[in-house]
């Protein structure tokens, strides 16, 4: 079962892959030129809610014969506390900083080996409010939610038979290369797998989705200030002028802010996932309580039904008295797992059908491998193109 599973989950992957590239290529040749400004929303529209969201959720659920909810659950659309909610807003805001350290380091490297960066023109819609709003919602909101449920959600979950480090690993390198860019690529990839490991030690996704969001948004937002001509939107551009001008104590600022960053990022990371398992502890222990309640009342009731009990323990329904027979029942139940097994003993002491469900499974394991190494060739082509297209532009 988990096999299938994980071949479904990477066809689909590479199906959604192949997509975004399409849609990328033919936006590259100005297809969409006939929106006119507002065509980079548009599209960013388009494509996370149809290609990114919609695209994998209905085929991971077609394929596997699962009801929407089933295929959500397994996507850890698991509920959380408000504690794990404000912990992961406040990391957001500090994976933002650190990814500004991170990015600077790498493209800094890809310059210095003969890239250089597309020059930031105008040509967008104005700095209005109306404008922040939509692209907080096109570049912040939309991909916290698509981005999150394709990567840590179907892939992460998807590849689990991997097991939990191979499956962080690639989920992260290929969220580096679904943004179709040497300049994000490093920083993306660092990005996917901590939010891997914070998405299976949070046994939710939506702590993964606040610091997407808030990765995404501050950046918005510092945009948005910087066209309006505000102080706080040159804040990074004021900070590297320091820097260069008093080298001795720019350098001593740098080195503490990202020592202060990093325990800041392990100190919020752990707190999650203690309050996540608080959380769902509690959960489970309501649960269990639930269950020896039930157990401690059909007990009673069995009691009364063998008369070591007083009558007062009767649980009437209307006129008639219900009884449970807690014995038979068990044996009912070991019963049923007992013939169940011996059904699954038979239908492998066949050797010749083991032999073909081994093959099965084989072929599924290549083709699983195929799809992922097609995936990863296939982003790692464009993400190469647009650094030759940089170096000779």
């Known amino acids: 079962m988990l096999k299938r599973i994980c071949y479904n989950t990477n066809l689909i992957y590479f199906v959604v892959l192949l997509a975004f590239v399409l849609v990328r290529i033919c936006s590259n040749l100005g297809a969409f030129d006939f929106m006119g400004v507002a065509a980079g929303t548009v599209m960013s529209f388009v494509t996370q809610i149809g290609i990114l969201f919609l695209l994998p959720t209905l085929l991971f659920k077609t394929l596997n014969g699962w009801k929407m909810k089933e295929t959500f659950d397994f996507f850890s659309y698991k509920k959380t ?60 909101v939309l ?21 939990m480090r191979n499956s962080i690993l690639i989920s992260g390198v290929l969220f580096g290369l679904l943004h179709l860019n040497v300049e994000q690529f490093f920083y993306a990839t660092l990005i996917g797998w901590f939010l891997g490991y914070l998405c299976w030690g949070s046994n939710s996704i939506y702590p993964c989705m606040i610091v997407h969001f808030m990765n995404n948004g501050l950046s918005v937002l510092l945009s948005f200030a910087k066209q309006k001509g505000w102080a706080i939107g040159n804040l990074f551009t004021n900070i590297v002028v320091f820097m260069t001008q008093n080298q ?41 309580a639930n269950m020896a309640i039930r157990e401690s009342f059909f007990k009673q009731v069995e009691g009364v039904r063998n008369n070591t009990e007083s009558q007062e323990n009767l649980f009437k329904t209307g006129d008639k008295v219900v009884y449970v027979d807690l014995k038979e029942f068990v044996n009912y139940i070991e ?7 011996k059904k699954n003993e038979k239908s492998g002491e066949n050797p010749e059908k083991m032999q073909k469900n081994a093959k099965k499974i084989e072929n599924i394991e290549l083709k699983t491998k195929i799809l992922v190494f097609g995936s990863i060739f296939l982003g790692a082509i464009v993400t190469a193109m647009t650094y030759l297209w940089g170096v000779l532009r």
């Open 143 to 163: 991909p916290a939610i698509c981005e999150e449920t394709l990567h840590r959600g179907m892939l992460l979950k998807g590849n689990s038979s991997y097991g």
């Open 81 to 140: 506390s408000w504690k794990v909610i404000l912990l992961a807003i406040g990391l957001g805001a500090v994976v933002f900083f650190l990814n500004v350290y991170v990015s600077t380091f790498f493209n800094s490297i890809i310059q210095f080996l003969g890239y250089k960066p597309a020059s930031s023109a105008g040509g967008g819609l104005p700095a209005t409010p109306w404008a922040l709003i939509l692209d907080l919602i096109a570049t912040a």
């Open 248 to 288: 001795f104590w720019g350098i001593l600022l740098f080195v503490l802010v990202l020592v202060l960053l990093v325990l800041l990022a392990y100190e919020g990371t752990k707190l999650i996932f203690k309050c996540s398992f608080d959380y769902h502890f509690g959960n489970r222990q309501r649960q269990l």
């Open 335 to 341: 019963k049923s797992i007992g013939d169940s097994l």
